[in-house]
């Protein structure tokens, strides 16, 4: 007797209880997806970073503003270490020539952006997932960017409180300002088992084999830089931080220009009030120097030429200025270099800040008023 043909497994039907067990595997895997992942804290949609070498996964969240600074820490540190920045979104531009920089001393994985506001966050972690956290509350952009404004003061006076919460969580940290640029790779300069490096800000030429201990005073207060600092996660560091937001917080906001408060000063008290517990290291001066030396006295940079490492654009103040400063220098990456970023090329509309406007609108008024008077006369 002939045996009936079997038809081909492609051409059988799907039978009734194929089609239940087929729906049943993919309702366990959305309950899967949709419970369990977000109880464990485990990120929703995971995917390879592609601006990684590591073979670690970065993730996108389906809303960042659950993502905790312990989680973030977490992700970035490399060998115990984490590098931080705090930026509010006008400053993007600064941040991504800044992070050019860094990537091209191969060191870009470990950083994290504190985004003071939710702009920043979410622009962030769009083109570089989980490198951005905020955390709460979220400033407003405007008001931050301004220099010497209580927007600008909110957002420095958070700093230490940021960098002891990192070093709570067992990690070592660096912090920069984003208008700073790295020629060379900072950390060979990081040796030892001091507690905290910084440089100084001041513009008096040092000598090459100059001390590394608290440098001197100037009318009685030392004048260390608050935006290049270097913390090990040791009880000695912790204790200047701690001792950092006291300072700060004895200090409240005042407008009147005497006696508005900044967090450098802060720093430099805190530094003398722990001077016998905390072992302090001041970073070569030809490598790590201030904005009003290099960029103000071309004789000595001649003479220092390959040495300088970290170059701080500070001693001049407004985005427009820094960034000119930067492009006369040859030090802004973003034009021609955008695609060595995480972040890559991004398409970014500076809105004009409200004190520029004020400026301008006082001098447009008082250009008015010339000319009423020359009409008059």
């Not at 497994?9 to 089609?19: H, K, Q, T, V």
């Not at 464990?40 to 993730?59: A, C, G």
């Not at 951005?132 to 003061?153: E, N, R, T, W």
């Not at 010339?370 to 008059?376: A, D, L, M, P, T």
């Amino acid at each position: 007797m002939a045996q009936p043909q079997q038809r081909p497994i492609a051409n059988r039907p799907i039978s009734f209880l194929n089609r239940n067990g087929l729906f049943l595997l993919l309702l366990a895997l959305l309950v899967f997806l949709g419970v369990y992942l977000p109880l464990s804290e485990s990120p929703l949609f995971m995917f390879q970073n592609r601006t990684s070498s590591s073979s670690s996964p970065s993730f996108v969240v389906s809303d960042w503003r659950d993502y905790s600074l312990a989680q973030a820490a977490k992700f970035v540190a490399k060998n115990g270490t984490v590098i931080v920045c705090a930026v509010s979104y006008p400053f993007l531009p600064f941040l991504n020539n800044w992070l050019i920089s860094i990537s091209r001393q191969k060191h870009h994985e470990k950083v994290l952006v504190i985004a003071e506001d939710y702009a920043l966050l979410y622009k962030v972690n769009e083109k570089w997932p989980g490198h951005a956290v905020l955390i709460p509350p979220a400033l407003d952009p405007k008001a931050a960017h301004h220099f010497g404004s209580q927007g600008f003061y909110n957002l420095t006076s958070r700093r230490p409180q940021h960098l002891l919460d990192i070093l709570e969580l067992g990690y070592n940290v660096m912090y920069n300002d984003v208008d700073m640029v790295w020629l060379q790779d900072p950390f060979k300069y990081l040796q030892g088992g001091h507690d905290v490096y910084f440089m100084d800000d001041m513009t008096t030429i040092k000598p090459l084999n100059h001390s590394h201990g608290l440098p001197p005073s100037r009318n009685g207060v030392t004048y260390v830089c608050s935006c290049m600092i270097f913390l090990r996660c040791t009880s000695g560091a912790k204790l200047l931080l701690k001792k950092w937001v006291e300072e700060i917080r004895a200090q409240p906001w005042s407008n009147t220009e005497a006696k508005k408060p900044h967090d450098q000063p802060a720093f430099n008290r805190a530094l003398h009030k722990t001077t016998h517990q905390v072992d302090v290291y001041l970073l070569p001066q030809s490598a790590f120097p201030s904005g009003g030396l290099y960029f103000k006295n071309k004789k000595w940079v001649n003479e220092t030429n390959g040495k300088h490492v970290i170059v701080h654009n500070n001693y001049i103040v407004g985005y427009n200025q820094k960034l000119k400063r930067f492009q006369d220098f040859g030090l802004w990456l973003v034009d021609d270099f955008s695609h060595e970023s995480p972040l890559g090329k991004l398409e970014f509309v500076q809105e004009q800040n409200t004190e520029e406007k004020k400026q301008k609108g006082r001098g447009r008024k008082q250009t008015e008023n010339r000319g009423q008077k020359q009409n008059i006369l």
